[in-house]
């Protein structure tokens, strides 16, 4: 037999199974729970790019439909052009609070809308200033100040500051996403790994025990007379056979029946001395 056959079959070998198992399983289970919460934080901050793409898409949509209205209403005299045109306005100014709110731990975007709240102003003057002069009658005084072309201008730098916070969000959404498929990958691969090694150690320690409950099945020759157990050809008495076999250690001691038993024993030695002692003479 193999000298590491009564370690491997001993029980601190498969309580040390059983052991890592059950700590990879926890183990498992904990990553599950850190995996899960990984996933929820990252959709929850890629729901907030989402949020701030889309205000930052509304603003812009704003300023469109407002420029819309206003050279409608230039080229057609029609007031039914100047109603998108104020809704138009009315909402610019609560979108870029919006942004300001969704941006304000952030000192790069907000500077961008430092830089973004003048151009609006500029706009919103040029686009009203010619929206009454139309209304006043002045249409020649009206084309004059687009031609200039500063509404214009203005139009391409709002538009160059909105696309460009647009850009750099879409590029931090799709950064989110990378860092969540990396660290699914990494997590699957983790847990995978731990649930394959507990399962191999569980179905180690499974066998383990069967093996050790058929060693313990075996029968063993024991003598009728002197009690000693026949073990590998020689006849040893039965603390050596379980000290060669299981590796146990162990003490003696006396049960209630062996005390009663010797307290007979020398009871009845003690009355027949007693008896075998000759009278003193007188």
């Known amino acids: 037999m193999s000298p590491l056959r009564p370690l491997i079959l001993s029980q601190p070998a498969v309580l040390v199974s059983l052991g890592v198992a059950l700590a990879l399983t926890v183990g498992t289970a904990t990553l599950g729970v850190i995996s899960t919460r990984r996933v929820v934080e990252t959709n929850a901050r890629a ?30 005299g029609d007031k039914k052009y100047l109603e998108p045109y104020r809704a138009a306005f009315g909402r610019i100014e609560p979108l870029v609070a919006e942004l300001r709110r969704r941006f304000a731990g952030n000192s790069e975007r907000l ?12 706009k ?37 500051i ?26 699957q691969f983790m847990i995978l790994g731990m649930i394959g090694v507990a399962i191999a150690l569980s ?38 056979f379980l000290e060669q076999r299981f590796k146990l250690r162990f003490t003696h001691g006396m049960s209630e029946e062996a005390a009663r038993q010797f307290q007979v024993e020398a009871y009845e030695v003690h009355e027949a001395d007693s008896r075998r002692v000759p009278p003193k003479a007188p």
């Open 124 to 160: 919103r003057e040029e686009m009203e200033k010619t929206v009454s002069l139309k209304e006043k009658g002045s249409m020649a005084a009206a084309l004059n100040i687009v031609e200039t072309d500063d509404g214009l201008a203005a139009m391409s730098s709002i538009r160059r």
């Open 203 to 240: 179905i180690l320690a499974a066998a383990l025990l069967v093996r050790r409950l058929r060693e313990l099945a075996t029968m063993v020759t024991v003598c009728a007379w002197t009690k000693r157990v026949k073990w590998r050809g020689q006849w040893v008495t039965f603390e050596e």
């Open 111 to 122: 500077e961008s809308l430092d830089r973004l709240d003048p151009l609006i102003r500029a």
């Open 47 to 76: 729901s907030e790019i989402h949020g701030k793409i889309l205000t930052i898409q509304q603003t812009m949509t704003a300023l469109a439909d407002a420029e819309t209205g206003q050279r409608g209403f230039l080229l057609t």
């Open 162 to 187: 909105l696309t460009g916070m647009e850009i750099r969000e879409v590029r931090d959404l799709k950064s989110e996403g990378s860092r969540l498929e990396e660290s699914a990958y990494q997590f």
